[in-house]
């Protein structure tokens, strides 16, 4: 609110002339053009390039358009006026271009304190060498115990856990992974820990999960409360850079299902000490990545056990279907059906498998598709849980409705009762 209103003042003052000629030609014409300006983009964004699926948020064009015509009417001060008078309204044009950033970041809840926004600027990762050396022990865990039965608290225990990136061999041209090791990681011997592999939305990458997600700070949370155990967090590139959609399919977009299938479970297993059984896997994303969660759960079962659907959409999606069956598939929509989780799910029963589909009661567009998919995974058998939390499709919904779930998994995967 802060923000619009220093804006709606800023913007009143650059309008504000006395100047006849400035009132019924110059203001007029650049509010139009910036008008102009706006609306056009936001056309070419929504009905031509179409990098994502749904449409730029009408918020997003608004401050858009705010911070352009503040520009605008400053730069055309700067032809006249007396010099203290041309600074001001430089510094109140890039004020209001502030607020649009400050304005974005409270609708979609990126940022939510000034130290995640510093965070962003600070190097604390940990090489995934020295993180994650080879173990000299690991915990055994008896037939129908839980880890958390057989273990004690080290009294070395680190209070943090790890940071680390990692490029996970691939076909696919992924970005580099980043990776949470929870503090009983660091400790011999060493637990095998279950595993959560996160993906963001579209656009976006993997250290949106620590940045917006904050997920460490949960995770470092729980772990202080089950005496340093956590899962570990594995936060993968589904997109491959960030105004790609391959569909978390196997097309000619890309094999993004192989990556997210085969190829990152054979890394974690291989490189980190995890409990490689089914049930100590899920996958879990926000938009994009939350329907790729659906599809994986669906398409590979075999290796996760579980998933989080954070406000993920109906189906994999270019816009519509006849968009997304020509791009990548060349026209068969049989092909498409083959692999659609939602026709799969019409033809098979997933009684082994348990999610949790989590949507913001304020989300018009995201949230009947969670209702719809809700409704088939409970039909063919799943564990399925529905949560409606308060929030848009924004942080305010998928922070909360990942860090929820934290519990659920936990007990799921064996890791506490």
């Known amino acids: 609110m802060a923000a619009t209103v220093a804006a709606a003042l800023a913007l009143t003052y650059l309008a504000i002339r006395k100047n006849r000629t ?39 064009s608004v401050w858009v358009g705010a911070a352009l015509v503040a520009l605008t009417l400053a730069a055309i001060r700067l032809r006249s006026g007396r010099w ?27 940022y939510p304190t000034t130290r995640a926004v510093l965070d962003v600027f600070r190097n604390d990762r940990v090489d995934i060498n020295a993180a994650a050396p080879p173990p000299s022990g690991v915990v055994d865990v008896p037939a129908g115990k839980k880890l958390a039965d057989v273990w004690t608290r080290p009294a070395n225990l680190p209070d943090k856990g790890t940071i680390s ?21 660091n400790t011999t011997p060493r637990p095998k820990l279950p595993v959560i592999v996160l993906m963001a939305g579209q656009p976006g990458g993997p250290r949106d999960w620590f940045d917006g997600g904050r997920v460490m700070d949960a995770l470092d949370d729980y772990a202080r409360r ?36 085969r190829d990152v479970p054979k890394w974690i297993k ?93 989300d018009a567009l995201y949230r009947p598709a969670g209702i719809e998919v809700f409704e088939a995974c409970r039909k063919a058998g799943m564990d399925v ?11 305010t919904v998928w922070r909360p409705g990942l860090f929820d779930s934290v519990p659920w998994l936990a007990q799921r995967s064996g890791l506490v009762r």
């Open 385 to 395: 849980q529905w949560k409606d939390l308060p929030g848009r499709h924004d942080w």
């Open 22 to 60: 400035w009132w019924v030609r110059v203001l007029p014409i650049a509010l139009l053009a910036c008008v102009l300006a706006v609306t056009g983009l936001t056309l070419v964004i929504d009905h031509v390039w179409k990098p994502w699926p749904e449409p730029l948020p009408v918020v997003l």
């Open 165 to 185: 990136e990692a490029q996970i061999p691939s076909a696919f041209k992924s970005r580099p992974a980043w990776v949470y090791l929870p503090p009983a990681y």
């Open 270 to 362: 291989e490189r980190l000490t995890v409990d490689e059984r089914r049930e100590a896997w899920a996958i879990a994303g926000f938009s994009h990545g939350g329907t790729c969660s659906f599809q994986l759960a669906v398409r590979a079962p075999d290796v996760y056990g579980n998933f989080v659907d954070l406000t993920g959409q109906r189906e994999p999606t270019l816009g519509t279907r006849a968009d997304t069956v020509k791009a990548a598939f060349d026209g068969d929509e049989a092909a498409f059906t083959r692999v659609n989780p939602m026709d799969i799910l019409a033809k098979k029963q997933f009684p082994h498998t348990a999610g949790l589909i989590v949507t913001g009661t304020e």
């Open 226 to 261: 089950h005496d340093g155990l956590a899962p570990i967090v594995v936060s993968v590139d589904q997109i491959g850079e960030p105004m790609a959609n391959p569909l978390c399919l196997d097309t000619k977009l890309g094999q993004s299902e192989t990556f997210l299938a």
């Open 84 to 110: 203290y008078g041309r600074v001001f309204g430089v510094l109140l044009a890039l004020g209001v271009t502030a607020s649009a950033v400050v304005a974005t970041n409270a609708h979609f809840g990126q």
